[in-house]
C-alpha cells in the first residue's frame, strides 16, 4: 500500500482544513487507516482512525468534536476534516495504514505516507 497525503496549508485559528490520502494497492479497502502528525521539538502523535469499513473511528481527546475521519473505499481516500484549528494543531500530518487498527493506536503502523503541513496562525 502507498500512501499520499494533501490538504495542508496555512490557516487562522478557528478556520478549517481537509486533508485527503490516496491509497494505491488491492488491499487499502481492509485496512484500517488513520492520521499521524508531529508538531516541532515533539514525538509524533496519533490523531485519527478508522476501521476498514468506516464503522468506528477513533480520536485523540485533543481533537475530539473538532475532527472527523472519513473513507471513501471507491476512491481508495481517507480523509480528515479539521474544524476550530488551534495554533497548537500546528503540524506536519501524516496518513498511515494497518491490517490492524491495534497497529495503528499503537502508533506502529505497516504503511506510512509522506507528511503535509498544516500551519494555525493565531
Known amino acids: 500500500v502507498q500512501l499520499q497525503a494533501s490538504g495542508g496549508g496555512l490557516v487562522q485559528a478557528g478556520g478549517s482544513l481537509r486533508l485527503s490520502c490516496a491509497a494505491s494497492?488491492?488491499?487499502?479497502?481492509?485496512?484500517?487507516t488513520g492520521w499521524f502528525r508531529q508538531a516541532p521539538g515533539k514525538e509524533r502523535e496519533f490523531v485519527a482512525a478508522?476501521?476498514?469499513?468506516?464503522?468506528?473511528?477513533y480520536y485523540v481527546d485533543s481533537v475530539k468534536g473538532r475532527f472527523t475521519i472519513s473513507r471513501d473505499n471507491a476512491k481508495k481516500k481517507v480523509y480528515l476534516q479539521m474544524n476550530s484549528l488551534k495554533a497548537e494543531d500546528t503540524a506536519v500530518y501524516y496518513c498511515a495504514a494497518d491490517p490492524s487498527l491495534a497497529g495503528l493506536r499503537l502508533g506502529t503502523p505497516r504503511y506510512w505516507g509522506q507528511g503535509t503541513q498544516v500551519t494555525v496562525s493565531s
Open positions: 478508522i476501521i476498514w469499513n468506516g464503522g468506528r473511528t
Open positions: 494497492g488491492r488491499t487499502f479497502s481492509s485496512y484500517a
